[in-house]
């Protein structure tokens, strides 16, 4: 029943990144009978007319970039379409959700955030810090997405998202995606009860229409 899945193809340098993509990208034309890289939404559903699996990039955080906003385009013309602003820990762009302060959005990081909604890549708050997505929120003239995130009400870990992140997400008409990950979830098992606390609390905060499953990873024990 999965029609889309969004690979993450960012490693930590920008040259390594582009080594990488490349493997991928000849990995699904080796594989185009079963597989098809998307560029819009028309592509998903000639993918699942033709039975294929549809699939699109995202990048982790913003390093692959190496500091220069201008290769959102280049990576945007290959296939990624949403991209964290941070992975846990301080960029050039701002703060991760892990790191020891909470800096805001730095200036590159707003030029970044600029480039991302003119060619329409979704700008993702996962994994990066407080203050940087209210800030990017502010700056972002599009949706807003955090596409594996959980509810800090339900479970107060570093990783999870405030009710104010939530509203602010929605707001701007963007869409949390739960995570599947144990450890957020406050459940080794990872099960669908514990899942569905995380849905309800915030389905009850905004509403059905901003919120999804983006279950990362599920760990069963």
Known sequence: GVDLISLTVSMPTLDDTMRHIARVL????????????IRGVDDVTRAREEGKLALTFNLQETNPLDGDPAMVDVYYDLGVRHMLLAYNQKNKVGDGCAERTDAGLSRVGI???????????????????????????????????????NAWEVFPHYRNIRDDQIKACAASGGV?????????????????????????????????????IGLDYVKNT
């Open 26 to 37: 000849a990995h699904i034309r080796a594989h185009a009978d079963t597989m098809a890289l």
């Open 111 to 149: 030029r970044v955030i600029e480039e991302m909604n003119r060619v329409g890549m979704l700008v993702d708050g996962t994994h990066t810090g407080y203050r940087t997505t209210m800030e990017a929120m502010e700056v972002s003239t599009a949706p807003f997405i955090f596409s594996h995130c």
């Open 176 to 212: 949390i995606g739960v995570n599947g990950l144990g450890e957020f979830l406050d459940d080794p098992r990872a099960t669908s009860a514990s899942i569905f606390r995380h849905l309800d609390h915030m389905v009850q905060l905004v509403g059905p229409a901003h919120v999804g």
